[in-house]
């Protein structure tokens, strides 16, 4: 069956419209979005989620130099409507009357621009969450924990409205084929459209759509085979200088209180519990959890300034900011699985698990976070045991 061009004057032949840059930038832009969303709050996954977060990131700058310098049909030249423009194609859209466009049609050049500019907000919004709440990247330490709470709401709110505008552009696309008798999802796979002789024609620009997925390639396995692992060397105090900054501001150190401490358990750092804790459990060493600690006063001088000077109240690290929230003022709690924000973030481990090797009891905390001897416990420093029995990841 012959097709004809809108203007009924010339055979419709099969057209190469999108280049292959602009269909990789479109499919992996949107998996990485979905890959992000499904990664969103899991601690086990956060290596993955910031991947996929720099990854969209070097994707926006890509599409701004494509969108001057790519083929007819990827530059904005090509698409560059008003809002004006937008809202008459959507009305002609409602009455079953507008007209076919062989690149982006008003309105989905539009949601384009609106995806591309949410998209950067939740790249950099989640930047900086990273350098505030995580102690991590390039911006670790540049800012409070109270301060990245802006940007972690931020990025909430922007990646909710990315999600909204793509179910809006999804909408549109199945609207659109059905109105047109076309498939453009798989227009946007093979690059092809029907369209009159003389039309712009696009070339597949091959070397470039090679070279974004070299570096793309690259990054990866950079990130996941060579940067995840010296920031892991770092957090067990393997390695000095990794490359990938991992752990935030080094937190006080005290021989006394590893010595004490440490001869008995984990030498908890005093960041996990609040100072008036620390006092309590100073107050009762005579009876701590069943033993007499035995500390002379020099000792126990030394321990509780140590132990008050660097407590939760000082939210020197993600735990503690996140415990000192989830107490109220009047709370003492004497052990960390005391705390609300411990027992919610360890909600989903049963006794069995809990008893099972390699964890054995909930003061191995050693055996989850490679960094609990330091004391800042990251995020992204957290490998639950391998194993049958192994718990899962809390939200």
Known sequence: MTKRSPQGSNAMQRTLIWDVPTRLFHWTLASSFVGAWLTTGSDRWLAVHVFLGYLMLGLIAFRVVWGLVGTHY?????????????????????????????????????????????????????????????????????????????????????????????????????????????????SMLTGTKLAAPGVPTASPRWGVAILMLTLTLGFGGWWFFYAIDAKLDQ??????????????????????????????????????????????IMAGQAQHFGSDLGLEATAKATLLAFATANSAD????????????????????????????????????????????????????AACHLDAEQGTFLDAAMQIPAGPSAPKASQ
């Open 314 to 365: 000082s939210q020197q690290t993600e735990a503690s900011y996140k415990i000192m929230r989830s107490l109220k003022p009047a709370d003492s709690p004497l052990r960390i699985t005391e705390t609300p924000y411990w027992i919610k973030k360890h909600r989903n481990i049963t006794l069995v698990q809990w008893q099972s090797a390699p964890i054995k009891s909930k003061a191995n905390c």
């Open 74 to 186: 990827a530059r904005f030249a090509s698409f560059w409507y008003g809002p004006r423009a937008a809202l008459s194609y959507l009305r002609g859209v409602l009455h079953g009357t507008a007209a076919r466009h062989i690149g982006h049609n008003p309105t989905g050049s539009l949601a384009i621009y609106i995806l591309l500019l949410l998209t950067l907000a939740v790249g950099l919004s989640g930047f900086f969450t990273l350098g505030g709440e995580e102690q991590q990247g390039a911006l670790s330490g540049a800012m409070s924990l109270v301060q990245s709470r802006t940007f972690k709401k931020l990025h909430e709110l922007t990646a909710n409205l990315m999600l909204l505008v793509i179910v809006g552009h999804l909408a549109g696309v199945v609207v659109e084929s059905f109105l047109h008798h076309e498939n453009l999802a798989r």
């Open 235 to 280: 957090a067990r105090g393997e390695s000095e200088g990794a490359h990938v900054k991992f752990i935030g501001a080094k937190l006080a150190d005290n021989a006394v209180w590893r010595d004490e401490c440490g001869s008995c358990h984990l030498a908890f750092h005093p960041n996990l519990l609040p100072s008036r804790s620390w006092n309590a």
